[in-house]
């Protein structure tokens, strides 16, 4: 049937002209673009606190972890840990570290409330822990982290093929690892909690700072402590505190004390150089302990030396021990400030090339000394070592941008 002019305008009408003006039809594809492009930022802000945000921690079964290092195979040891392994698990690259179980094997359900508290703690300068598995006879326990790239600070400072080389070569980079590592410390001891049987949050112990327990990060030289929660996951420290431990630790809720025992669940662990008087003497861990051990790292930033090491005393034909600690005092313990001065510069590490601020590394080692101070009363806490070496971090950038040091070249970790 034929239709009239009419219908087939009705059917499709002439389009009217449009009554915006060029210039609303512009202000109207700006905001277009501009909401565009405030949702596409939203949801890059929103990707990035994602993964940012801590995740669910993991109870491995034992066997995958096993399979995920090839039965514990050699080849897949971590450099300098004799009980670690590199292995991929769930898709992620992740470190495992076997630890043994100090106080018996916990259940499931404890193990996996111990995890869940840990886990809350979260921090740049940790390295993130994703999970743990109790061994297949529950002896012993792996606990997972993630892998991160790099090298351990005593493999920066301290280069057995090359002991004249360290990647740690301008002051300013030794002062970023000190930074991120007062200020981790400090995470853990003030921010970081687990909830006791009872409910009440208690803090945490690290018991493990040591340079060869950090990793140093490239380019930026960023620290990260390894570690983190060990000593919950694994029993060293007690989920209860009996009545007498209790009224021991009142002044510091952290500190736990271990009765003198053949029993392995009872036995402190410690590394040489690196453990307090007191740990060693009566098995009481805390976080002053944590600060003392800090303060022996901060030596080795400033000296490149080890904590400990023996040398041949030819006039007595035998070994002499030679304490970093008692190296640092002498170099320090002048009155006189132009003596003190340059036996400083004479102790820290050559490899600088006297390219440092003389007062700001005194400073460093004044506050290092502080920290290992035998009397644990004596020594600072996290948060005024974090303070102090932010402040010192800061003059000490602001040296670097007055004397015009180089900063376009590259280092790597890699050994020479």
């Keep these: 049937m ?3 002019k009419k219908d087939v305008l009705a059917a499709h009408p002439t389009p009217r002209p449009s009554s915006r ?114 061994s297949a006879d529950g002896g012993d326990l792996y606990v997972v982290y993630e892998y991160v790239p790099g090298a ?45 049987p009872a409910g009440t949050p208690r803090p945490i112990v ?70 307090a008087p007191e740990v060693s003497d009566s098995g009481v861990i805390s976080k002053k302990s944590d600060i003392f051990a800090l303060g022996v790292v901060l030596l080795e930033l400033l000296s490149g030396e080890e904590p400990l090491k023996y040398k041949v005393d030819n006039a007595k034909d035998e070994m002499r021990r030679v304490s970093l600690i008692e190296t640092a005092r002498r170099a320090m313990e002048s009155t006189a400030e132009m003596e003190r001065r340059k036996n400083v510069r004479r102790w820290i590490d050559r490899r600088l090339k006297d390219s440092f601020p003389v007062e700001v590394a005194e400073r460093l080692a004044r506050v290092a000394l502080d920290c290992v101070h035998a009397d644990p009363e004596e020594r600072p806490d996290a948060t005024r070592v974090a303070g102090v070496v932010s402040k010192l971090y800061l003059e000490s950038m602001a040296w670097e941008e007055s004397i015009g040091v180089p900063t376009d070249f590259t280092v790597s970790l890699g050994p020479r």
Excluded at 216 to 240: M, Q, R, W
């Design 2 to 4: 034929c239709k009239s």
């Design 21 to 134: 003006t060029p210039q609303s039809v512009s202000s109207s594809f700006t905001r277009t673009t501009t909401a565009t492009s405030s949702s596409s930022i939203s949801s890059i802000s929103l990707s990035s606190l994602r993964d940012s945000l801590p995740e669910r921690p993991i109870l491995y079964r034992p066997s995958e972890i096993a399979s995920a290092t090839s039965n514990f195979h050699p080849s897949r040891r971590l450099p300098s840990a004799s009980s670690g392994w590199r292995c991929t698990l769930r898709g992620r690259d992740a470190a495992v570290f076997l630890r043994p179980f100090r106080r018996g094997p916990p259940d499931s359900a404890r193990l996996l409330d111990r995890l869940a508290s840990v886990s809350r703690g979260h921090h740049v300068s940790l390295v993130r822990l994703l999970g743990a598995a109790a």
């Design 152 to 196: 351990s600070l005593a493999s920066c400072l301290r280069n057995p093929r090359n002991p004249d080389f360290t990647v740690l070569s301008t002051w300013t980079s030794r002062m970023q690892v000190a930074a991120d590592l007062a200020h981790g410390l400090e995470y853990i001891h003030n921010h970081a909690a687990v909830s006791s």
């Design 206 to 275: 690290h018991n493990r700072i040591k340079s060869s327990a950090v990793i140093v990060t490239e380019p930026s030289f960023n620290a990260k402590i390894c570690h983190f929660g060990t000593t919950i996951l694994s029993g060293e420290v007690p989920d209860d505190v009996d009545a007498a431990a209790a009224a021991a630790t009142a002044t510091d809720p952290s500190t736990s004390k271990a009765k003198r025992s053949n029993n392995r669940e009872m036995k402190i662990e410690g590394s040489r150089g690196y453990m």
